[in-house]
């Protein structure tokens, strides 16, 4: 979309659209473009073909339940942990301020994040192809705590393929994983995206704008989802709606099916991961097509798992404020002394610490129950809770204490900030 912009904007300069009259439509394109960005088709698609199957879907097995109330990681998390850790300080922190820019992710690092992380496949079973012999809720929370550290908006960009792969594996059927999860595990795996938020103000995931209709032998989908990463290049959407009679559902949507649109929506924050919007009008789709059987259940539990990966970008982007404004204050002299000397600052930073450990337990408590198949409602709604409300004041204090430094780019700070402020509304685009 910029380039597109700054080729009209070059273009705007000619004194030749005076002489045919042109100026007035080209302003008014400039106008559209800079407003709401580009509308599009889906992106050109793959062709996704079943391969033959087992006759019955593979579940990844609930992790093995602990004796005593421990979250420490184990010692092939830790690792996997460390080399994202590592991969994001190197690859992602340096690309993200001009990807924030640019509104779109690096193509060369999120093909790196697939090929090096293997992030599509950990959460894959073995059978299909994949690296995962059990569910992995807190590896995929560790992963994108990790790659958080680095940038939230390429973190989502990163991860949001492996939403769409994981939700057919928790409940896609033999079919829908013969059909799809092959190509998750292959050397140029899909852009893909769960898309649930809608553009309306005080968002219920379980009160959904878009609808769904049988329709003959399949269903029809109309209405419109907001903020959803890797749109326009995304092959593959996993798109809730209310399905007549039953209530939220989850439907596979190929993203060259006819009357799906894509439109730009660049946002406040998280712009890295390359936002837009899905305008779904009269998109059919076969009876495959829904996920899980339309089972309330699923659907529920798609939202709690999307919640607790929020939450994880939350305390890695956090985690970034805390370790960036620690050296700054003591750093930065004011008056004879480090500004760290004042009570007021060290008070503050303080906070961070404290706030930032209650986000990180609530999280790990919650995809530690999540894997290992307790219920787990309430802990993903108290890790939703506190790393909306602390995650946003920590992204405001570090701005605080950087003082002038806090509201300009050269440092990151402000960006961290923009991105804390998604993890009280987003929904869904994150599955782990």
Known sequence: MGAALSALNAAAGSKALDRFNLRKPLERAVFQGTKSGFRTLGAANRKFTAIKSSGSPTRPRTASQRAVFDLTPTEDQQMIREITTEFAAEQVRPAAAAADTECAPPAAMLKRVSSELGINVVGIPESLGGLGSERSTTTSVLVAEALSHGDMGLALAAIA??????????????????????????????????????????????????????????????????????????????????????????????????????????????????????????????????????????????????????????????????????????????????????????????????????????????????????????????????????GMQIGSNGVQLLGGHGFVKEHPVERWYRNLRAVSIMEGAVLV
């Open 161 to 390: 393929p492996s939403a769409v792969s994981t939700a057919i594996v928790l409940w896609g059927d033999d079919s829908q994983q013969s059909t799809y999860l092959p190509s998750f595990v292959a050397d140029s795996s899909p852009a893909a995206a769960l898309a649930v938020l809608e553009p309306r103000p005080l968002f219920d995931p379980f009160d959904l704008g878009t609808r769904a209709r049988r329709s003959g032998g399949g269903f029809v989908l109309d209405g419109v989802k907001s903020l959803v990463p890797l749109a326009a290049s995304a092959e593959l959407f996993v798109i809730a709606a209310d399905l007549e009679g039953s209530g939220p559902a989850l439907f596979i949507v190929e993203s060259d099916t006819a009357g799906l649109v894509i439109e730009a929506e660049p946002a406040m924050g998280i712009r890295a991961a390359s936002l837009g919007r899905i305008l779904l009008n009269n998109v059919t789709v076969p009876a495959t097509a829904l996920l899980g059987e339309g089972k309330a259940e699923h659907y529920a539990d798609c939202i709690r798992l999307g919640r607790i990966g929020w939450s994880s970008l939350a305390v890695g982007t956090a985690q970034a404020v805390l370790d960036y404004v620690i050296p700054y204050v003591n750093d930065r002299v004011a008056f004879g002394e480090p500004v760290s000397h004042r009570q007021s600052v060290a008070f503050m930073v303080a906070n961070i610490g404290i706030e930032l450990e209650g986000m990180r337990l609530a999280t790990y408590r919650a995809a530690s129950r999540a894997e290992q198949g307790k219920s787990f409602a309430r802990e993903s709604a108290i890790a939703r809770r506190l790393c909306s409300e602390y």
